[in-house]
Every structure is written in C-alpha cells, then in structure tokens.
C-alpha cells in the first residue's frame, strides 16, 4: 500500500511560481513511478508531468513543457513541481500519482491517468488570478 499527499497549491498571479510537493510513503515508495494530474471543473483528468523511477525519464504535456519542471528526491521520498510562468488556465485541482513501471515509456502514465494510475493523493489547488 502507497499513500500519497500533496501540498503547495495556492493563488498566484499570471506569471508567479508555485511548487508542488508530492510527499510519498509505504512500501518502497522509489519503485514507483510518479505523476502529477490536474483536472479543471467539468473535465476529465489530465497528466500535466510524469516521472520514471527506473531511469528518471520525465514527461510533460505540450502546455506546459518550458514553464513546469518535474524533480524526484530519493532520499526524502518526493516528487516536486515547480511551476513557472504561471496562466490563468493552469488553475485547477492538482493530484499527484503513482504506479509500479509497468510500461516502458514514463508517457504513457501521464497518458492514462484513468486507466494506469494506482494511488493518488488528495489533491491540491492552484488558483491562477490577478
């Protein structure tokens, strides 16, 4: 069993930074791999960055590839957004995520957040506004 919890969401103007923390712990909580997901009011899921726990490959989807970076620290068993250059459609509720390396591109976990994700924290917001 994994469990997951988030923090750092908060309100930010366009353009601010915020970082994301996702706290991880359980059985082997470096043998998974990680994601952050957010989902805006009325809409499915999104992956917005995952990252391997095999070769510490990340993915990050188009929108925002060049503003947010995806880090794990092994050690304190944390997976850290940081988000720059923040807009006003990155506001929503922000999950992060795990699943055991099942596939072999880290992609596919921020691809399928309905079918491949197998814990997921609570969620935090980010409100994005002037």
């Known amino acids: 069993q994994l469990q997951l919890m988030e923090s750092g969401g908060g309100l930010v103007q366009p353009g601010g930074s915020l970082r994301l923390s996702c706290s991880v712990s359980?059985?082997?909580?470096?043998?998974?791999?990680v994601g952050w997901f957010r989902q805006f009011p009325g809409k499915e899921r999104e992956g917005v960055s995952c990252?391997?726990?095999?070769?510490?490959?990340?993915f990050y989807r188009n929108s925002v590839a060049g503003r947010f970076t995806i880090s794990r620290d092994t050690a304190k068993h944390t997976v850290t957004l940081h988000m720059d250059n923040l807009k006003p459609e990155d506001t929503g509720v922000y999950y992060c995520?795990?699943?055991?390396?099942?596939?072999?591109?880290?992609?596919?976990?921020?691809?399928?957040?309905?079918?491949?994700?197998?814990?997921w924290g609570q969620g935090t917001q980010v409100n994005v506004s002037s």
């Open positions: 990252i391997s726990s095999t070769d510490g490959s990340t």
């Open positions: 359980g059985a082997s909580p470096n043998y998974f791999a």
């Open positions: 995520a795990a699943s055991r390396p099942r596939f072999t591109e880290i992609r596919v976990l921020c691809e399928r957040p309905d079918q491949i994700p197998e814990y």
